[in-house]
């Protein structure tokens, strides 16, 4: 979108193959929006960014809308969950409908920690349904923003899990606690308590 009629090139992390397809999409497919928030993501070096916009190229390339991995839903927007090299065919990449996203209590991908390996991730128990449902509604700025809580948050919830010291769980828990309260007020003015 910030372009003046220059050539561009594909950045390295979109596949020979997925170029190849996009070469012979017809006239009218919209690219403008992923494509920006791929050079977007370039620029910036985010790294979650990069993958989910190369996973939404590849399923437009395919000539197939995108659909949900759980419902089979095309209709309504997507959300990105995890991030693979191999996905099950055409549109059946790692997305999800807001259902599902809610009811399988799915992560986002772009609020995924950096120790994710693109692998499916799970709100921890000590996140409320409700906390649950008004995440999904987050936009991709703010899912950046709740990156620094969730990177909090996982390890402790592994760690107030595992057989330890009392002490230590305390501990875990009281960060989790944290993290989850974090979590609260960065909803709270994006999506109302009665939203969705």
């Known amino acids: ?28 497919v919209t690219l403008g929006p ?13 790294e979650h960014g990069i993958a989910a916009a190369v996973d939404e190229l590849r399923a437009v390339a395919a000539g197939a809308r995108a ?10 927007p997507l959300t990105t969950v ?16 807001r259902a599902c996203l809610v009811g399988q209590r799915l992560v986002p991908f772009l ?30 700025d703010a899912l950046a923003d709740i990156r ?8 402790a919830a592994v760690a107030a899990a595992r057989p330890a010291a009392e002490l230590e769980r305390d501990a875990a828990r009281a960060i989790a606690a944290d993290a989850v309260d974090v979590l609260r007020a960065a909803v709270r003015d994006v999506v109302p308590e009665g939203g969705r």
């Open 1 to 28: 979108m910030t372009s003046r009629g220059e050539p561009h090139q594909w950045p390295v992390a979109v596949p020979d193959e997925t170029v190849e397809q996009l070469a012979d999409l017809a006239p009218g």
């Open 34 to 46: 992923v494509v920006t928030r791929l050079f977007g993501a370039v620029r910036a070096g985010a």
């Open 111 to 140: 609020a995924h920690p950096s120790t994710g390996r693109g692998d499916l991730h799970y709100w921890p128990e000590i996140v409320p349904d409700g906390l649950v449902r008004r995440l999904a509604d987050l936009g991709e």
């Open 67 to 76: 659909r949900c991995m759980y419902c089979e839903a095309t209709g309504g």
């Open 148 to 155: 620094p809580a969730v990177e909090r948050l996982f390890p």
């Open 82 to 97: 995890a991030a693979g090299e191999t996905a099950a065919g055409p549109g059946h990449g790692y997305q999800v409908c």
